[in-house]
């Protein structure tokens, strides 16, 4: 059975906990992952999509080490097997150019700026995938 997915991307651990327990109630209809880097999260998503499941929604921090997240939203934008999954940046850091970056070529769906309301965050997701 396709598993409906949404991940989850922070390189602080405490961040990425407090992100999650925020949209725990969702987990009862959704499969929340957690990853650390772009990577892992390009790592898993491969995984995801071979087994049939499919990517709802991503949540990335953008300054992580690596591959920031505007990159890596940028690049999943450009994958046509992740074109409708829906983009959110959480981020602290971003400068104006960064954001317009992601909007023009990563088509974020939602920016986020940290520290959020988890309400409002709850709010955002609900809206973006359903």
């Not at 407090?18 to 957690?34: G, R």
């Not at 953008?62 to 829906?86: S, W």
């Not at 992601?102 to 955002?124: C, Q, S, T, V």
């Amino acid at each position: 059975m396709e598993k409906i997915v949404i991940v989850l991307i922070e390189d602080q651990r405490e961040v990425l906990e407090a992100i999650a327990k925020d949209l725990a109630p969702l987990e009862d209809a959704f499969m929340i992952e957690e990853c650390d880097s772009a990577d892992e999260a390009g790592e898993l998503m491969e995984n995801l999509d071979s087994e049939g499941d499919y990517v709802a929604l991503i949540i990335s921090d953008h300054i992580m080490p690596g591959k920031t997240g505007v990159d890596f939203l940028i690049e999943m934008n450009e994958d046509p097997r992740f074109e409708a999954t829906k983009k959110i940046l959480l981020t602290g850091l971003a400068t104006h150019q960064d954001t317009i970056n992601a909007i023009n070529n990563a088509a974020i769906d939602r920016y986020i700026e940290k520290p959020w309301n988890a309400a409002n965050l709850m709010n955002y997701v609900k809206e973006l995938i359903t």
